[in-house]
């Protein structure tokens, strides 16, 4: 298991809590309900050279990359209207990374669903 942290004040949003709440039920193992977080048509860009698209390739990518985590910690978060921001480190295949993540809803109410995703990471 993956062990997953962020700050306690980090805000009542609901877009960023709905990432957070991914991103834990992810690595805790729990089910996830793609359908209910993810546009049908939504892509997952990880440093411009791994690109998921559709939620049956974001449902196949998850469990091989989780198995390669250690750690994931997010550090700052910001949401504002449809964006939601994170800058965090991660712990991968035993090296740390920082990553910073954008995450776009398709809409600014708080049951949009994700339409895109982009990861950066930096060593």
Avoid: W
């Avoid at 834990?24 to 993810?38: L, N, Q, V, W």
């Avoid at 411009?48 to 939620?55: C, P, R, S, V």
């Avoid at 964006?83 to 809803?105: C, I, M, P, Q």
């Amino acid at each position: 298991m993956t062990n997953f942290t962020y700050p306690a004040n980090c805000g009542n949003s609901p877009k960023l809590l709905r990432v957070i709440e991914i991103v834990d039920r992810y690595f805790k193992g729990m089910p996830i309900d793609f359908e209910s977080y993810f546009e049908p048509t939504c892509i997952i860009e990880v440093t411009k050279e791994i690109i998921f698209g559709g939620i049956e390739q974001i449902r196949e990518s998850t469990s091989k990359f989780n198995s390669k985590l250690s750690s994931v910690e997010f550090i700052d978060l910001l949401s504002h209207g449809n964006l939601v921001s994170v800058f965090g480190k991660l712990e991968l295949n035993d090296l740390t990374y920082e990553f910073g993540l954008l995450a776009r809803y398709k809409g600014h109410k708080s049951g949009s669903k994700l339409s895109y995703v982009k990861l950066y990471l930096v060593k």
